[in-house]
DNA sequence: CTCCCGCCTGCCGTTACGTCAGGGTCAAGC
DNA sequence: GCTTGACCCTGACGTAACGGCAGGCGGGAG
């Protein structure tokens, strides 16, 4: 019923100095003190230390979670489902890093060269968060958009691969073409505007004429977009938007 | 094909402060300097950083990744292939926090009341490792533990909680026997005996007599295992082992 | 009564940065 | 050519979460 700091170290795995230091600052002070001065823990103590170890686990710093614990409109059931959460994220987190992992592993055995961006993607600052819900709010809530996304969960690393590789060699492609200097509204250039959207058609969703003309405006709109473009080929994003609409006009 | 500290800072999702603290440290040190002292990140530096952070958020100090990282004998791959386990391991970590607290949820959902070792089975310093290759020095590789393993690996919450809750009946009506002062050698003794070779048998491993008293004994060599009865009741652990040899002995 | 282990309270050290302060740099615009 | 605002530099101090040690009391086993 009652256990000293020691005997709560060993179970608890952390060391005697962290149940100190818990104490000393208030986050975790023993219920009672023997005569001579020992700390006494009890099962209230240790229940609050074990949701300590969870929040701690979980990155919170201790100040945070002394703030958490002490929220008087949090039952231990609510904790619990907190928890539980919490780490299905930091799960989800980890296996993504584990499928950027795996992608790298493919790409160095195909001997493809990794991007900055795509290097930094489970780190870097893009926040998935903010920019899907920036696309939904976009998007609105299109079918094109669920269904992009329904189809992007199902691929695995060699999807992926292949689709960037599909990618980057229609990139390198209209980059030619436009470096030749054939118009925006010759056959060529239209026929890598109808590949472009049947790559789209094929992997993500289904891509009408209207939808690819709405996109290309989209692209033109969206300065993230036209710098994206813009970086690969100075003038592409203007020479893609005016080849996507000659072939939806063409093929209309 | 050149970086500012500010760019890299971006894509990797870091701040320019980390960057500085990683040159002044030695970890990082950017490839070049421009005239006026700007440090100048290459791709090179920008595939060290990635390492970096892979390691670093598995947790390990700037010192050991340098270490790590500095390593001649680590390629790319190796590099890969490492992070790769480890983050299956952390997985693996935190999906047992995940199993404890859907159990915890169970349980307390079930007004069950866990003991301090269960609570913090997930962080006790009962060493998992440590653990398994006593067992399986102990055991030998037999055909029992294997199946056991096997067993137990697909076990969920309920059927954890029907497991705990069955041995604590269980539990409860051998301390009340011995505390009746029933020999150890009556019927009701070995009938509670045989009980327990049948909760062996159903949820872990075929247990027979033989196996059975063989366990015994094992119980009574263990002071593991001793002192996990004694602290139920004293005396109860000779008392169980003498119901099973009882047991065992009458129904050959 | 002694011995050893466990507990106590300072107090300084460490890691991995955060946070100014004080001062140069660079590209853009007037 | 000059200003301006964003970006860069180097110290230097601050912070969080302990680790580790010193110096001293407590307590039960022999």
Redesign the pocket.
């Known amino acids: 019923m009652a256990y000293?700091?020691?005997?709560?170290?060993r179970v608890a795995g952390?060391?005697?100095?962290?149940?100190?230091?818990?104490?000393?600052?208030g986050l975790l002070s023993?219920s009672g003190?023997?005569?001579?001065?020992?700390?006494?823990y009890n099962d209230a103590d240790l229940q609050r230390l074990q949701l300590v170890l969870y929040y701690?686990e979980l990155g919170?710093?201790?100040?945070?979670?002394a703030a958490i614990i002490d929220d008087p409109a949090a039952d231990p059931a609510a904790h619990l489902r907190r928890q539980h959460e919490l780490l299905t994220v930091r799960i989800k987190r980890l296996q993504e890093m584990v499928t950027a992992i795996e992608f790298a592993m493919e790409a160095s055995k195909l001997n493809i060269q990794l991007t900055p961006e795509e290097r930094f993607e489970v780190f870097g600052d893009f926040e998935p968060e903010e920019h899907e819900a920036e696309a939904e709010q976009r998007w609105g809530d299109t079918d094109a958009y669920r269904e992009s996304n329904r189809r992007a969960s199902r691929y695995g690393r060699d999807d992926w691969l292949r689709i960037k590789a599909e990618n980057e060699d229609w990139g390198r492609r209209i980059v030619a073409l436009l470096a030749s200097g054939a118009p925006a509204d010759s056959p060529e250039a239209m026929d890598l505007a109808e590949e472009h959207r049947q790559i789209i058609s094929r992997w993500f969703y289904e891509c009408s004429y209207e939808v690819h003309t709405g996109l290309a405006d989209m692209y033109m709109a969206d300065e993230r977009f036209t710098s994206h473009y813009e970086n690969i080929a100075p003038g592409l994003a203007a020479y893609l938007n005016e080849a996507i609409h000659a072939n939806a006009i063409s093929r209309a």
């Not at 000293?4 to 170290?9: H, I, L, R, Y």
């Not at 919170?60 to 979670?65: A, G, N, Q, T, V």
């Open positions: 000293t700091v020691g005997q709560v170290a952390v060391t005697v100095r962290t149940l100190h230091h818990y104490d000393g600052i023993p003190r023997t005569p001579a001065g020992y700390r006494r701690r919170f710093p201790l100040e945070e979670i």
